[in-house]
C-alpha cells in the first residue's frame, strides 16, 4: 500500500523544472536517497507540492495544501493516503499490529481447521494407544497412528502460526473424547482402523477446501495460497496412500495376512499422514 502511495504521488510541474536543474535538487533525487525512482514514473504531477526556498533549502509536501512549516532543507509531510484509518498503528496492547485486510471469517476459519486437526490427532493418538497393547501387539500400526496423531498436531501448531502471523487471536476448541476400542467383528481391526483413518483424510480435506473458499470469499490471496501450498498437496497425497492400505487389507483378510502388512508398516519409513 506504501508502493501505491507512492505511486499516486505527483509533482507540481510549475516548481519541478527549476528543481530539476538545480544541483542540490539532484542530490534529493537520485534513487539512494530516497524512492524518487519511483515518482520519475508517474505520469501526471499535481498533489505533491516542491517549492525552491531561501537558503537553496526545498521543501516536499504530499498535500497541495499551502505549506505551514519553516522551510530549512527536504521535509516530509504524511501522504493523505496514510492518514486513512487502516494506515493507524494501534496503541491498544491487545490490537495486533501486523494484522490488514485479514477478515474475522477468515480468523475463525483457521480456528475451527485448528480444532479438526487436534481431533483428529487426538484420535489418532487412541488408536496407537489400542495397537500398542499387550493383547493386540501391532507395532507397525501403533507407530504409524504415533507419527500421524504427531503430524495432525503439527498442522495445528502450522496454523496457529499463522493465524499470529495475520494477526488473528488463537481459540482452542474442546476436543472430542475419541472411541478406545477399535476390534471389528467383520472386518478386524487393522481393516477398521484404516477404513476410518480414511475418512478422516477425506474429512480433513474437505475442510481444507472449506478454509480455502473462505480465503476466496474474502479477497485474501495470500491465505488462499498459504492453504494451498501447506496442506491442500500433502492431504490428496495421504488419501491416496490411506486407500491403498485399506485395498491392501481387504485383500489381506484377518489373521496373518495382517502380520505381514504390521510389519511392513513397521519398516516403511515415516508414513504419518
Ligand atoms: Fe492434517
Ligand atoms: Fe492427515
Not at 498459504?226 to 489373521?255: P, S
Amino acid at each position: 500500500m506504501f508502493l501505491e502511495a507512492i505511486s499516486a504521488i505527483s509533482l507540481q510541474g510549475s516548481n519541478l523544472g527549476p528543481l530539476l536543474n538545480s544541483a542540490s535538487a539532484n542530490a534529493f533525487l537520485t534513487p539512494s536517497s530516497c524512492n524518487w525512482g519511483l515518482l520519475s514514473r508517474s505520469s501526471s504531477f499535481s498533489n505533491l507540492a516542491l517549492s525552491r526556498k531561501r537558503n537553496n533549502g526545498f521543501a516536499v509536501y504530499a498535500s497541495s495544501k499551502a505549506p505551514s512549516v519553516p522551510l530549512t532543507g527536504v521535509v516530509f509531510q504524511p501522504f493523505e493516503e496514510v492518514k486513512r484509518d487502516d494506515f493507524i498503528v494501534p496503541i491498544v496492547p491487545q490490537v495486533s499490529l501486523a494484522r490488514q485486510r485479514f477478515s474475522e471469517e477468515c480468523e475463525a476459519a483457521i480456528n475451527e481447521q485448528i480444532s479438526v486437526e487436534y481431533n483428529v490427532s487426538y484420535l489418532y493418538h487412541s488408536l496407537y494407544a489400542y495397537f500398542d497393547r499387550d493383547n493386540v501387539a501391532m507395532k507397525g500400526l501403533a507407530k504409524f497412528f504415533k507419527d500421524s496423531s504427531e503430524e495432525e498436531r503439527d498442522h495445528a501448531q502450522k496454523l496457529m502460526k499463522y493465524q499470529n502471523k495475520r494477526g488473528g487471536r488463537v481459540k482452542l476448541h474442546t476436543i472430542l473424547s475419541p472411541p478406545a476400542e477399535f476390534e471389528h467383528i467383520e472386518k478386524g481391526d487393522a481393516l477398521y482402523a484404516m477404513e476410518l483413518t480414511l475418512s478422516l483424510e477425506k474429512l480433513t480435506n474437505e475442510k481444507l477446501l472449506n478454509l480455502h473458499s473462505v480465503a476466496d470469499r474474502n479477497n485474501d490471496p495470500q491465505m488462499a495460497e498459504f492453504i494451498e501450498n501447506e496442506f491442500l498437496q500433502e492431504q490428496v497425497e495421504d488419501i491416496k496412500e490411506v486407500a491403498e492400505y485399506v485395498t491392501q487389507l481387504r485383500m489381506v483378510g484377518k489373521g496373518h495376512g495382517v502380520w505381514h502388512f504390521d510389519k511392513m508398516l513397521l519398516h516403511e519409513g515415516d508414513g504419518a499422514l
